[in-house]
């Protein structure tokens, strides 16, 4: 108890010093917490940071829930206080604009425990092949725990050390997003607290509203405490193909070739397709270039074309040891349709835990080098099919230039598999693209290479697709102002605000996202 007491006296003295308010964390210590409220130096630095290191936050303290009660218990007494207390949940850290960081307010850790205490494992459902998961959960260790089992789930990110409950509020995107829709297309159930701190279970049956306005919700309406992701029979191996185009309406014609294939049997189509841009100069930076074989006779830079511009399609087919003999026909079958550059396929068998956990490795390598904790202005833009071809003269062979600090992914997806209920805003088409910039800014000296040429070059590539009518949809998106929010969302922003004013009414949670302004009684009397 006397641990307890000090505790409270340090926030409480700490919130009085910063800001000049007495919010009363002595009630959230009352009702008894479980895990750890932190106002260690170093947890309240971490929780002020993010991947993308182009803004700071301020939290006031840090909490390492391991119960969705730890969780509603802060947010209730945010949402009973007038005094300007926020609170954000903070995955593994991989925003980029700040989205997860909060100032004056509580971060809640929801990754990466500490003390004896810690949220429920990964409960799999063998029979019913689906698996229970706290919010915080780190993808890659989902995938664990259900291999146990022969099991996994049917769609991912390219990335696996994501929390469930980040991807879960964004959409969560990859080459198998053509076949199973996003992540948010694979759940059956959530546990959320809302910003009234009641913690409620939604599905497409219970509380059917929240469920939806949740998924792609950016944080907005409840925290994501649990989550019932469908699974489906895991491959023991994969077959991964990346083949060269220097043409890029060939290019585009197969992968949206390969992606109408979704509704035909797993023989006669790719588990994955995805795809990626490039330049000549830019292969050196590129991890993804580095996925080439070097003992692959063809030399990648002889066949760049005067543009200096390639096209790689990426494609993977799972299999299973057992059926290992019939691979090579199924794959040949399918690449006989396609129309790249011959002498260019390159191919590795490897297992199908390696293949999901591929960037992972790439990562080591990025670290042991000192390039992976850098600032990253990522930019990832859903396109319409109809204006893909606009966007490749326009920025490819134009704006990028022959330079790059960092891969650019592209790749098709099928609107019909995304759920026009969820929160997430996609172009008006059938057919859309991603297109993800995912670019370092290095102090290299370089001006190519700078933070301030890299954030110059993206407001470029919006201002190219505004004034050429290209009608982008920003995916993980970051805007200052809610008219940008607003336009943003579109026909959505009406029923996005319902949500808002019946979920959070106080505007508590995910303020960093800049979406809505917290509103608290009494900061409109505090003297200026």
């Known amino acids: ?203 497409e049956d219970e509380n059917t509203e929240l469920f939806h306005a949740v998924l792609g919700g950016l944080g907005q309406f409840g925290i994501i405490t649990r989550a019932r992701i469908s699974l489906e029979p895991a491959p023991n191996m994969v077959r991964w193909i990346r083949v060269l185009y220097s043409n890029f309406s060939a290019f585009t014609s197969d992968q949206e070739h390969l992606i109408s294939l979704h509704a035909e049997s797993s023989n006669q189509k790719f588990d994955y397709v995805e795809g990626f841009v490039i330049v000549a100069e830019g292969l050196i930076n590129n991890w993804r270039s580095s996925l080439f074989s070097p003992q692959n006779p063809v030399k990648i830079s002889t066949l760049f074309p005067t543009g200096g511009v390639l096209y790689c399609l990426e494609i993977a087919k799972n299999y299973h040891e057992s059926t290992a003999q019939t691979i090579d026909q199924e794959v040949e079958f399918l690449l006989k349709k396609l129309n790249f550059i011959s002498t260019s396929v390159f191919t590795t068998d490897l297992l199908y835990v390696d293949f999901l956990d591929r960037v992972h490795m790439a990562e080591m390598k990025l670290r042991s080098k000192g390039l992976w904790e850098v600032p990253h202005p990522w930019l990832n833009l859903f396109i319409p099919s109809s204006k893909i071809a606009e966007f490749d003269k326009g920025v490819f062979k134009g704006i990028l230039g022959n330079k790059t600090s960092g891969p650019i992914l592209i790749y098709p997806m099928n609107k019909n ?93 995910a303020s960093g996202q800049r979406i809505f302004t917290p509103t608290f009684p009494s900061l409109s009397n505090m003297p200026s």
């Open 1 to 203: 108890m006397a641990t307890m007491l000090l505790l409270t006296f340090l926030i409480s003295s700490l919130i009085m010093v910063t800001v000049g308010l007495a919010i009363d964390f002595m009630e959230i210590l009352r009702l008894g917490i479980d895990g750890q409220l932190s106002v260690d130096p170093s947890d309240v630095e971490t929780a002020s940071l993010d991947f993308g290191l182009l803004t700071r936050g301020q939290p006031l303290a840090v909490l390492h829930p391991v119960s969705a009660q730890d969780i509603a218990r802060v947010v209730k007494a945010a949402y009973g206080s007038n005094q300007g207390m926020t609170v954000s949940a903070r995955g593994h850290g991989h925003s980029i604009n700040g989205q997860a960081q909060t100032t004056n307010g509580v971060v809640i850790q929801m990754s990466g425990w500490k003390g004896g205490n810690k949220p429920p494992r990964p409960h799999v459902w063998a029979e019913e092949r689906y698996v229970d998961v706290w919010g915080g959960e780190l993808w890659i260790d989902v995938l664990k725990s259900t291999l146990e089992y022969g099991l996994a789930p049917k769609s991912w990110t390219d990335y696996l050390y994501l929390s469930v409950g980040g991807t879960l509020s964004n959409a969560g995107i990859s080459g198998q997003a053509f076949n199973h829709g996003p992540q948010i297309s694979n759940v059956y159930e959530l546990d959320v607290v809302t910003g009234k701190g009641e913690v409620l279970t939604c599905s």
């Open 417 to 509: 598999k995304w759920d026009h209920r969820s929160s997430v805003v996609t172009p008006d088409e059938g057919l859309f693209y991603l297109v993800a910039l995912l670019r370092s800014a290095l102090d290299s000296g370089e001006e190519t290479q700078s933070l301030e040429y890299l954030n110059n070059q993206n407001r470029q590539i919006l201002r190219y697709c505004d004034e050429a009518g290209i009608k982008v949809k920003r995916y993980l998106p970051h805007y200052t102002t809610q008219q940008e929010w607003m336009d943003h969302f579109g026909n959505k922003w009406d029923r996005f605000y319902e949500m808002k004013m019946e979920f959070d009414p106080r505007h508590i949670l």
